[in-house]
């Protein structure tokens, strides 16, 4: 695990988080009630995490189900107390909450029921103004605006159920615009959505919000090109720790060795199979193709996969396809959640 | 207080535009306060002189005693139920949520969610007086000031009891015992149907410790006797305790709630 760098003094950071603590209380049965009635029993879901988000920053977690992720997100909106630590946004305590830090706070889920689907588009989002202390005049301008912005006008006045569901979590990021405030904190924004809708969104929120208007995303995720392509920095999260943190280009770096090809080959042989081996390679044969060609998996990344070629190549094996099943960056997270999953099992 | 009104118009606006859009429902609901009306008229023709005795200190119309009682049993209803109905609602379709992460107190939320309820009762209720007056009651006497102030004690009175049910529901999800009292002792107690004068002396205790039980007696000696305020001063005393006692528990009851469940990351789940 990577040594987390010293904190600097209180400043305005878009979220500064140390050592966040929580614990659940575990619900117990009636025989264990009765049993031991003043036992408290409590299931750790963060175990003091310390980071921070600056300015303009997008910081990545990823993790499994479960890791914590979204109890993170609800401790800083406020919906959730910290057990124990800290956690700020621009200098407020979310334990304290108030107007002072969801001002500040604009949240997407991936859950579209928490919209009204019987009202339309317009009309969820001028009720959720309204409950931002906005007034009529600005309220209906800035409705537009977004609307506009986010390529929503046509579907203003139609209601929330008619719409695709990449519409709909266009509209959660208009509502999480709406007091244009300086940071997002989104939980799987596109987890729903088509791979063409989700790319679309991914390319509007770097370019406008965070290229454009220098916001700051929390991005909590699933997935990790996600996190490659919209952050700057990522940390795993597993089982309440940050296991590793570091930031994109450094994962990739990490994961360059971990990448994973599929290669479709022809003359395979047992001696060819050795001599790759021999060399160091891992390599793994996944099934035998039709005509007979072979389907291998090789590890590797993309400046030594050269070798590997030219090695085949020496040993009469023809490459008849080459694609690349897992990138360095996906590879390194694969790699640092299975290594977590592992300690956590011997632990 | 200017903020909290529009906020307040936005959360009846909301539930007003979903209501409505469930045309049937909507066209039913309404019906059956007409429907309702009928059935106690025909109720009092038909029971009509057996509780004379009873009714005299009323007027002795058990038509104009029935349509009071239902309809501000209504009000209690609405204040018992709604506040539990639309929190939970709000929980399990996750828009208590979303709501949550805005600027509006918690507070606020809670109580603006069933805002649309009380407005849509008391339409009901002016639909029951005013036809009510068109099947024959008399309402020419009626205090009507002395029955505005009993109405908005009574309806304070009832707040407390919804934002103290409203507690229970954000800390336990399910099973509220602020409600369970409230609704079922009401009918049979509350002088909701006759008046409570029927009921044993031994049970009339259980009647004078509701609030509906004051509110139900204000409201019928104001506008069917047209009793002053201090020919009801029992009744306002009655409320007036309820409510000071009332106000300050189920405020304590609720930022203890919020802070129960925020402990335990129950906020919004269901």
């Known amino acids: 695990m990577n040594a987390l760098p010293e904190l600097a003094p209180m400043s305005q950071r878009s979220i500064e988080v140390r050592d966040l603590r929580k614990d659940y209380p575990t619900v117990r049965s009636y025989r264990r009630i009765l049993r031991s009635p003043f036992e408290r029993e409590v299931v750790p879901a963060l175990r003091g995490i310390s980071f921070e988000v600056e300015p303009g920053q997008v910081f990545g977690i990823l993790g499994p189900n479960g890791a914590g992720k979204t109890t993170l997100i609800k401790i800083l909106t406020s919906l959730i107390s910290p057990t124990s630590g800290t956690a700020r946004v621009f200098g407020h305590d979310v334990a304290v909450g108030g107007p002072e830090v969801l001002s500040k706070v604009g949240l997407v889920v991936s859950d579209e029921r928490s919209f ?128 590793h943190r570091a930031s994109v280009a450094a994962m990739r770096e990490r994961g360059t060795a971990s990448a994973l090809w599929r290669l479709r080959v022809g003359g395979w042989s047992a001696d060819g199979q050795a001599a790759l081996l021999q060399a160091g390679w891992d390599v793994r044969e996944i099934e035998e193709a039709l005509g007979g060609l072979h389907e291998l998996e090789v590890r590797g990344g993309d400046q030594v996969l050269g070798e590997l070629l030219s090695l085949m190549s020496r040993h009469g094996i023809s490459i008849h396809d080459c694609s690349r099943r897992r990138d360095p960056f996906s590879a390194a997270i694969a790699d640092l959640l299975e290594e977590a999953a592992g300690a956590g099992e011997t632990s | 207080m200017k903020l909290f009104l529009r906020k307040m118009a936005a959360f009846a606006y909301r539930d007003f535009l979903q209501e409505a859009s469930y045309r049937v429902y909507f066209v039913t609901q309404w019906s059956t306060v007409l429907l309702n009306i009928v059935a106690y008229f ?115 009175a009832f707040l407390c009891i919804g934002i103290g049910s409203g507690a229970f529901i954000v800390m336990y999800k399910k099973g509220d015992p602020v409600s369970w009292v409230f609704s079922k002792l009401g009918v049979p107690f509350g002088g909701v149907l006759f008046p409570i004068s029927v009921l044993p002396d031994s049970l009339q205790i259980i009647s004078y410790c509701l609030p509906i039980t004051h509110a139900l007696e204000g409201l019928r000696m104001t506008l069917l006797k047209g009793a002053s305020l201090s020919e009801i001063s029992g009744s306002l005393i009655g409320l007036g305790v309820f409510t000071c006692v009332l106000l300050p528990l189920s405020l304590v009851l609720f930022h203890y709630a919020l802070r129960y469940s925020k402990e335990r990351g129950g906020l919004v789940q269901f």
Request: charged share 20%; glycine share 8%; with cysteine.
């Open chain 1, 116 to 243: 009204y689907w019987r009202l339309t588009v317009r009309q969820n989002l001028r009720f959720f103004a309204t409950l931002n202390d906005f007034e009529r005049g600005p309220r209906e301008a800035r409705i537009a605006e977004l609307l506009g912005v986010l390529g929503c006008e046509e579907y203003a006045d139609r209601p929330f159920r008619n719409l695709s569901t990449g519409i709909r979590q266009r509209v959660a990021v208009a509502r999480a615009l709406l007091m244009d405030p300086p940071l997002l904190l989104m939980d799987e924004p596109t987890s729903s959505m088509d791979p063409r809708a989700a790319r679309e969104l991914r390319e509007w929120l770097r370019q406008q919000l965070v290229e454009g208007s220098g916001k700051s995303i929390l991005l909590v995720t699933h997935d990790p090109l996600e996190a490659e392509f919209l952050c700057d920095e990522v940390a795993i999260l597993s089982e309440g720790r940050f296991v």
């Open chain 2, 42 to 156: 025909f109720l009092a023709q038909f029971l009509e002189g057996g509780l004379k005795d009873q009714l005299e200190p009323y007027g002795g119309d058990l038509f104009a005693f029935l349509l009071i009682g239902v309809a501000w049993g209504g009000y209690q209803k609405v204040a018992v139920n709604s506040f539990t109905i639309r929190i939970r609602e709000a929980q399990m379709m996750g828009t208590f949520e979303a709501a949550l992460a805005t600027r509006t107190a918690p507070s606020q939320i809670i109580i603006g969610s069933a805002i649309y309820d009380f407005a849509a009762m008391s339409m009901r209720v002016m639909i029951y007086l005013i036809i009510g007056a068109l099947f024959g009651v008399d309402f020419s006497h009626a205090n009507v000031p002395a029955a505005l102030v009993v109405f908005a004690l009574s309806i304070l």
